[in-house]
């Protein structure tokens, strides 16, 4: 059975950092592209970053420059590095592993930017 689980959510000030983590079962993730979505109350869920095979990384141009997304093949662990956190980063964030013949999702970590 394949579970991606999300951790390192929380509340966060403006400003702010936080790492999100996505570790994987059941899959090898380096035979996977891995990426982080994100959902904010009442929007479509959207890309926030994605990270290839090989390494390529590419990002929604909100959050370029500020968010990092890497990736630990052995630890089966994708990472997202969020930093100078804005109130408008506020949402579900969710892992997700996408192959040539299937897609998994993780159930997702709530973060909250707010004074």
């Known amino acids: 059975q394949v579970q991606l689980v999300e951790s390192g959510g929380g509340l966060v000030q403006p400003g702010g950092s936080v790492r999100l983590s996505c570790v994987a079962s059941?899959?090898?993730?380096?035979?996977?592209?891995m990426a982080w979505y994100r959902q904010a109350p009442g929007k479509q869920r959207e890309l926030v970053a994605g990270?290839?095979?090989?390494?390529?990384?590419n990002y929604a141009d909100a959050v370029k420059g500020r968010f990092t997304i890497s990736r630990d093949n052995g630890k089966k662990v994708v990472y997202l590095q969020m930093n100078s956190l804005k109130f408008e980063d506020t949402a579900d964030y969710y892992c997700?592993?996408?192959?040539?013949?299937?897609?998994?999702w993780g159930q997702g970590t709530q973060v909250t930017v707010s004074s």
């Open positions: 990270i290839t095979v090989g390494g390529t990384t």
């Open positions: 997700n592993a996408h192959g040539s013949e299937s897609q998994y």
């Open positions: 059941g899959i090898s993730i380096r035979w996977y592209g």
